[in-house]
């Protein structure tokens, strides 16, 4: 397989991830599209490793924003790296981080670098701008801040 041919098969592995997982909710995907020792740099503790670790943000999300739709901003792919800068937006529906739903309309932005090996997402790094989805569902947090 040609370099170009390579780069594009890894984007289409992180943009499954995106569409199936993110949008569609589709939890089977993850054990297609991660590595079954996938190590996850996720911006959250105590979840479980490897692919159960995805899912477990996964429903955490999905709870709380049922609605959640991810759009692609950015994507870059060297090597077996594909980075990708996406913006989400959804309903505040359900409880999270012990707020309870507000049914306000938010939005937030994600960078994430996938490494892919053999056409599984075997490492992922994900940061997400957390204090702005925060500041929107509860706008008391960035008063007690100051």
């Not at 996964?58 to 759009?71: E, K, L, W």
């Not at 959804?90 to 981080?97: L, R, S, Y």
Request: some cysteine; aromatic content about 10%.
């Amino acid at each position: 397989m040609s370099a170009s041919n390579v780069l594009e098969s890894n984007k289409a592995v992180t943009h499954r991830f995106t569409e199936e997982f993110k949008n569609r909710h589709n939890f089977e995907v993850i054990e297609e599209l991660f590595s079954p020792k996938a190590i996850l740099h996720l911006p959250a503790e105590g979840l479980p490793e490897g692919p159960e670790g995805q899912k477990a943000i996964g429903r955490v999300i999905f709870d709380a924003f049922p609605d959640v739709h991810v759009t692609l901003d950015c994507v870059i792919a060297e090597g077996n790296f594909v980075a990708e800068r996406h913006t989400a937006r959804a309903t505040h529906k359900g409880e999270f981080m012990g707020i309870p739903a507000t049914g306000k309309s938010i939005y937030w932005t994600e960078n994430h670098v996938y490494r892919i090996e053999n056409g599984r997402i075997s490492e992922l790094w994900s940061e997400w701008s957390y204090q702005k989805l925060m500041d929107q569902i509860a706008p008391q947090s960035k008063a007690a801040a100051k």
